[in-house]
């Protein structure tokens, strides 16, 4: 299997986003708190979660306290800080690595949202980009 773009490297599996889900909601979790939680939708191991957390914490999504007998894990950051890193980081590779379908893809999405004066707008920015451009 071939390794992501080095920007794409900070999307989280699927495990990973269900763990990230149940510490950003309990805001404080240990090891067996999030195995709790996640055993009632999925057959996991303890150690699978001990694992994911510990990977999580070495991606720095996760801080972990040893002072106790349990560590307990708290989020670095928030869901939608999260959530908007990785779309900027999604959309930056898709505009670099593919620039024209990417872009012919948001067009279309801006045209089917039914609003014309987004397209008019985009077209503005468009027509202005060029005018610098040809300064």
Same mark, same amino acid.
């Given at each position: 299997?071939a390794? /992501?773009?080095? @920007?794409?490297?900070?999307?989280?599996?699927?495990?990973e986003?269900?763990?990230?889900?149940?510490?950003? /909601?309990?805001?404080?979790? =240990?090891v067996?708190?999030?195995? !709790?939680e996640?055993?009632?939708?999925?057959?996991?191991?303890?150690? =699978?979660?001990m694992t =994911?957390?510990? /990977?999580?914490?070495?991606?720095g999504?996760?801080?972990r306290d =040893? &002072?106790?007998?349990?560590?307990?894990y708290?989020p670095?950051?928030?869901?939608?800080?999260?959530a908007?890193?990785?779309?900027?980081s999604?959309?930056?590779?898709?505009?670099? &690595?593919?620039?024209e379908?990417?872009?012919?893809y948001f067009? !279309?999405?801006?045209?089917? &949202?039914?609003?014309p004066?987004?397209?008019?707008?985009?077209?503005? &920015?468009?027509?202005? @980009?060029r005018?610098? !451009?040809?300064?």
């Open positions: 299997m390794k /992501r773009n080095k @920007q794409l490297q900070g999307l989280l599996g699927p495990l986003t269900d763990v990230m889900e149940m510490v950003w /909601r309990l805001g404080d979790a =240990t067996r708190d999030v195995h !709790e996640l055993r009632n939708r999925r057959d996991l191991a303890y150690t =699978t979660i =994911t957390m510990a /990977r999580l914490a070495s991606k999504l996760l801080e =040893t &002072s106790g007998l349990a560590h307990r708290r670095t950051v928030s869901r939608e800080v999260y908007k890193s990785t779309v900027t999604v959309v930056d590779w898709l505009v670099q &690595s593919f620039p379908p990417a872009m012919s067009v !279309e999405k801006i045209d089917d &949202s039914g609003d004066d987004v397209l008019s707008a985009l077209r503005a &920015s468009i027509d202005a @980009q005018s610098d !451009e040809d300064d």
